[in-house]
T-cell receptor, first 109, second 114 residues
């Protein structure tokens, strides 16, 4: 079966750095997405990785290792507004997105 | 530009009733999707449409139907609602010109079936 694993919840301090991991086992791979979802709102696109390596976009970076079935989202200089759930999703061989359950990130002052 | 709109925002429905959730996008995206999101679970695909006039079944299609008469609209119908269909429903759309066919989401409909 297809499976996406990410931690259920993480806590970090304002101004710090946090890394949210995602491991996947899917039938085929056509890219990995990270989305941010604030409570009661819709998911919003953060990043897309299809090749191995690190993609940096401001305070957020996303890393992919296809051979290890592993990705992480790195958030720097954490702000209170970064408190949200972070969803990892893999585009499988049928070009359908398989979603993880999400990681709830709690930022403390 | 509104992006994707969904209606209603929330609804309480008696079991056995028929309900249509509406979704409209103004981005001229070819593909559209319906997901449900339940606590502790990832988003699960109900139905999708790659282009107007075509639809396909996702991971959890039972009890739901869709139609795609034109590019902009993609309604989801619950023929006879059951309590297990209590969930938050998100409509999304994607364009093949964006990396990985990035999906963009509507604000969601919170549905409670009693």
């Amino acid at each position: 079966g297809q499976n996406i694993d990410q931690p259920t919840e993480m806590t970090a301090t304002e101004g710090a750095i946090v890394q949210i991991n995602c491991t996947y086992q899917t039938s085929g791979f056509n890219g990995l997405f990270w989305y941010q979802q604030h409570a009661g709102e819709a998911p919003t696109f953060l990043s897309y990785n299809v090749l191995d390596g690190l993609e940096e976009k401001g305070r957020f970076s996303s890393f992919l290792s296809r051979s290890k079935g592993y990705s992480y989202l790195l958030l720097k200089e954490l702000q209170m507004k970064d408190s949200a759930s972070y969803l990892c999703a893999v585009l499988d061989s049928n070009y359908q997105l398989i979603w993880g359950a999400g990681t709830k990130l709690i930022i403390k002052p | 530009i509104a992006g994707i709109t969904q209606a209603p925002t929330s609804q309480i429905l008696a079991a056995g009733r028929r309900m249509t959730l509406r979704c409209t996008q103004d981005m001229r995206h070819n593909a559209m999707y319906w997901y449900r999101q339940d606590l502790g679970l990832g988003l699960r695909l109900i139905h999708y449409s790659n282009t107007a006039g075509t639809t396909g079944k996702g991971e959890v299609p039972d009890g739901y139907s869709v139609s795609r008469a034109n590019t902009d609209d993609f309604p989801l119908t619950l023929a006879s609602a059951v309590p297990s269909q209590t969930s938050v429903y998100f409509c999304a759309s994607s364009d093949s010109s964006s990396p990985g066919d990035t999906q963009y989401f509507g604000p969601g409909t919170r549905l409670t079936v009693l």
